[in-house]
């Protein structure tokens, strides 16, 4: 490839933005053109995400309304807050490709849509345009589309759990999903629930049975297999700044014992580099600051458990975008993503 | 009453010794004869807790082989390793009332205590005259009580989520209780899995489907109600010091609204000082360093889930020990343990 | 004595009054009429304050600008943003007592004053009648004082840490004071400093050379003895939710030996029931929830280093805050605050 | 450069083994022949490192008594508890370059090593043909190296801050500086004052006075300019994974105002690209997992503050390590080390 892929980041002063900035800046085939901040416009980025001091000259600029005002981009990110994309992809060249980190374009059904966040679907004709972008699963999908719903993090730890049950119709019955996320989560506004001072002790319960997550993954799901099971969801929050954790518990017809599932799984995820199914449980210890999910399954009689862990803006947010460019753009799906992650 | 309950703590260097003597020293009704740690033995007690420094001149003795050799006390309380209880609780004078903090007495069957802990019930006998001391289900029972064994901290979090449930017969089908714990239920001895550097960014499940409380939650809840369902486990490591999070879903037959949910277990908790039933979720924040049990229920469909939360060194050891001793003395259960948790 | 003192509380949202109504609901002699918060005005206190769930039914009142429209009371705590007590004191009967945790009233000189933080001292008249409340140096200027100003957390650690030395004439020439707090110094309201997601993995240092405790400090020592030195005083951040540790590095004119510093300060602090004099080093994780600073010191050639540690909460302001009440009214300093921390 | 520098680690159990093999795994210039580790011999190096499961098929080897009997190797970097480089150095290959990251050959007079280590130095001879490794002070003498003794975590944040008042002649009088380490600094075998549940709300002195790094700073900056002060070295332990933070306080005999020292540091680190000069005070969050030591001047009248903080695993180990070889191999001694750190 000679000519590198020409880069542009709407938002990029949140965790989101932040952690694309990051990773692209080291991508052998990437470019940034720009980076957008309202609030910190004609800042220097490295001013801001004081990590990157001595590794870039780029200034945030503002998000103009129409965006073709800015320089015309092969991809454009979009990691701003809800609703903030289905007013301005409309705007982009014709032939720019997106990736959209927000949760505006993931929801097939608008209703299902404006009941999970709140707000109408204002793009409804685009909607249809997007291809939720999990690269385990819709490579092949990914390699051809135009615009990509990047899945939200819970959903991404959800979904890589479950699909190999889902898949292999292994499922029966309700499936509870108990999952848990650091504070990073949160994004970069500071806010009560992530006050040091009382964030640092405590870990609860949020949105019981109402999390936005929850209509992705059983959307994404049903392409997966049919589903012959429901959903529960339920979401923690885990004294830790970066890490997602799923517990999912599922039924099985017939007894799988616990080796039994590892093959399933191990074959299922055959060639991704991403995941890996390792023994015992995952720990988000092994997996912060990587693209990877980690993933270890259980079983006892007719109860199947499956854990899996990933870095809620890596994995769980820019880095799976990174992946899907890549994707999109024809190169390894692993490149400029394969580090590792730290011990200590 | 005149004279004060003489106490002995058998296993003072531990956590759960260290909590009994913060707790006891400020006892109204109590006074410490002797506390015992053989590797400290002839240190001064607050040369070991540095907290204690001023409020004690307590120093540690040895255990004896034969207890009788300790001054007679009116209550032992046993902190000791598992297994230790068991050869030692005998030698003790016939009248001394025990808490035993170990798992040692804590099940019926001989068999599923091997099972469950890995060794020999060597104390038959002795074990079908202790009292499993739950002290919000079981008053009565522990007023008339010579010997208590004290609930773990993971199943008093979960029997006290359940017990509404199961008394009133509204769970159908499996329950699952997805439990996490701090990392000061893992003892104050240094080991890998407590190791900071690691165990401050971590999050992991551990022994899937095989913790050793099961079978005490499922013997005590059998006493409860007619369980028509069956428990799944599973607990997990938070990188927090003190705190156990139960997340515990059911089914229902019929839909209950959370409302109804809500005074069923205001009302099941009626009279009991240590049950708190919260909005939104409990918080490990709120009960730290408390003897507090906070506990929220929703429902959505037939599905409920219930949260619990507690100190798993206070309510889930050494607090709800002292409660227990209140009750089995005939004072007011709350003596000495009428404290509230801090806010940050 | 027969009937409790009448406390009010202005400012009860923050840390400072959440800490303040839990020691002074466990006040033997304590009863409080009232606390006000603008923001919670009408809402229960243990809506706001969870931890505090089944300890009060008290609700939060609206702060008066003519305090005099609220009870009665015999001693006012003001736990208010610095500025507003200097308003509001003096439409307090004339009789009620005030302690006031902010820093409105603690330096003589309004220039000092208004260097330190940025507003001028409104109230001159008043200030002059404020007896600078350190429990351990000034007991019976307190015991006869109807207005004290409540010093600050870093400049506790610092006197208490420094005052043996210079009493006794013991430093020359610069002290250098190297500071440092968690978070919850930074108060209830969540801000870009206290966000977990970074405060959890962070130090550094803030406001070099002007952190405006450092006067406070100087014009405290320099009651104790004649300081022959001057300081320097450095404030950094840890990421931890309460305390505050100091290390004070001075020079001696001769060599005095660890030994006989701590009998110096031993001596010093004999009788002061919150001062622990300790080997080694103290550390916040032995006072945190406590009303102790822990001081350890140690000297090596003509160097002496002297280490504090206190909770910036309790003995750096609430706790100590009801110290000076207990001192105020003819009470055991030590009533409602005799209570250890905890080991883990 | 045609091959690739082979690579021999000695002693890859604990953090500095662990992070030499995350970042030489990535380095383009270098092969790892081998890495030992008794206790883990003839297990999968990402068995235990579980951060590097996929990046590596490597397993630990046994450590011989005579290294000849390993692949000889280019160069051998050796991570073992000191005491252990001393007596197996000299078995190594006479072309193989040596990068020591223990204590055992940083410091020239025998003397002084033993009153510092508590060992005698056993290796006299071998010891003379060690360069101390601070890149950027010594980066012509390293170049021409065979055997480099790789500075302490706490020894090159210190004389990174102090360097440049050294070299300049600023200070005068005692300098003091106040360090702070992270618990990983502790290395990776659990350990009493790691133990999660009370380290996590800890911060303390320790070994007041005597902490063995201060003689290779004073060694290391007599040999950049004449002290004409001494040095006061403490040493304290934070909460926290990684991270060294140092403050530094030193006289001047002029006032030297903070924008000159700012000029006067940032032209002494000019084409150092692993010291970057920042405004405020520099954050170990910023340079947690990097390469960097980030550090800020700031004067009032005649004292200096220089704060720094690096990653004591990266540049205060194996980081360090790695530049070294990079410039002894005559590669860019950024090579395979410009990664940024993260956000949150």
Same mark, same amino acid.
């Given at each position: 490839?000679?000519? *590198?892929?020409?880069?542009?980041?709407?938002?990029?002063?949140?965790?989101?933005?932040?952690?694309?900035?990051?990773?692209?800046?080291?991508?052998?085939?990437?470019?940034?053109?720009?980076?957008?901040?309202?609030?910190?416009?004609?800042?220097?980025?490295?001013?801001?995400?004081?990590?990157?001091?001595?590794?870039?000259?780029?200034?945030?600029?503002?998000? $103009?309304?129409?965006?073709?005002?800015?320089?015309?981009?092969?991809?454009?990110?979009?990691?701003? $807050?809800?609703?903030?994309?289905?007013?301005?992809?409309?705007?982009?060249?014709?032939?720019? *490709?997106?990736?959209?980190?927000?949760?505006?374009?993931?929801?097939?059904?608008?209703?299902?849509?404006?009941?999970?966040?709140?707000?109408?679907?204002?793009?409804?004709?685009?909607?249809?345009?997007?291809?939720?972008?999990?690269?385990?699963?819709?490579?092949?999908?990914?390699?051809?589309?135009?615009?990509?719903?990047?899945?939200?993090?819970?959903?991404?730890?959800?979904?890589?759990?479950?699909?190999?049950?889902?898949?292999?119709?292994?499922?029966?019955?309700?499936?509870?999903?108990?999952? *848990?996320?650091?504070?990073?989560?949160?994004?970069?506004?500071?806010?009560?629930?992530?006050?040091?001072?009382?964030?640092?002790?405590?870990?609860?319960?949020?949105?019981?049975?109402?999390?936005?997550?929850?209509?992705?993954?059983?959307?994404?799901?049903?392409?997966?297999?049919?589903?012959?099971?429901?959903?529960?969801?339920?979401?923690?929050?885990?004294?830790?700044?970066?890490?997602?954790?799923?517990?999912?518990?599922?039924?099985?017809?017939?007894?799988?014992?616990?080796?039994?599932?590892?093959?399933?799984?191990?074959?299922?995820?055959?060639?991704?580099?991403?995941?890996?199914?390792?023994?015992?449980? $995952?720990?988000?210890?092994?997996?912060?600051?990587?693209?990877?999910?980690?993933?270890?399954?259980?079983?006892?009689?007719?109860?199947?458990?499956?854990?899996?862990?990933?870095?809620?803006?890596?994995?769980?947010?820019?880095?799976?975008?990174?992946?899907?460019?890549?994707?999109?753009?024809?190169?390894?799906?692993?490149?400029?993503?394969?580090? $590792?992650?730290?011990?200590?």
């Amino acid at each position: 490839m000679l000519n *590198k892929i020409k880069i542009g980041i709407l938002g990029g002063s949140g965790y989101g933005g932040s952690e694309l900035l990051r990773l692209l800046l080291f991508h052998p085939n990437a470019e940034i053109s720009y980076v957008t901040a309202n609030e910190h416009a004609g800042k220097k980025v490295a001013a801001v995400h004081k990590n990157l001091l001595g590794f870039t000259d780029l200034s945030f600029s503002a998000t $103009p309304e129409n965006l073709a005002e800015l320089p015309q981009v092969d991809v454009a990110f979009f990691a701003m $807050p809800h609703g903030a994309a289905m007013s301005l992809v409309g705007t982009l060249a014709e032939t720019t *490709k997106v990736i959209d980190l927000s949760g505006d374009f993931r929801l097939d059904d608008p209703e299902v849509f404006e009941s999970a966040y709140g707000r109408k679907q204002t793009a409804v004709g685009l909607q249809k345009e997007f291809t939720y972008g999990v690269p385990e699963l819709f490579r092949d999908e990914i390699a051809e589309a135009q615009f990509i719903a990047n899945p939200g993090c819970f959903a991404t730890a959800t979904i890589l759990a479950l699909a190999p049950l889902v898949s292999n119709k292994l499922a029966v019955g309700k499936v509870i999903v108990d999952a *848990k996320t650091g504070s990073s989560g949160s994004g970069a506004k500071a806010a009560a629930n992530t006050h040091h001072p009382q964030r640092s002790n405590s870990f609860y319960a949020y949105k019981p049975f109402t999390h936005q997550h929850l209509p992705e993954i059983e959307q994404c799901l049903s392409r997966v297999g049919s589903i012959t099971s429901s959903l529960v969801f339920m979401t923690h929050s885990m004294p830790v700044s970066r890490g997602i954790f799923a517990s999912c518990y599922a039924e099985t017809e017939r007894e799988v014992p616990t080796q039994e599932l590892n093959e399933i799984f191990s074959e299922y995820y055959s060639g991704r580099r991403f995941v890996r199914v390792v023994e015992g449980s $995952p720990d988000i210890n092994w997996v912060k600051m990587t693209n990877f999910c980690d993933i270890a399954v259980h079983s006892s009689g007719k109860m199947i458990a499956v854990f899996s862990a990933l870095d809620n803006l890596v994995k769980g947010a820019a880095g799976q975008a990174i992946q899907n460019m890549n994707i999109m753009f024809g190169l390894d799906e692993a490149t400029g993503l394969l580090f $590792p992650g730290t011990n200590p």
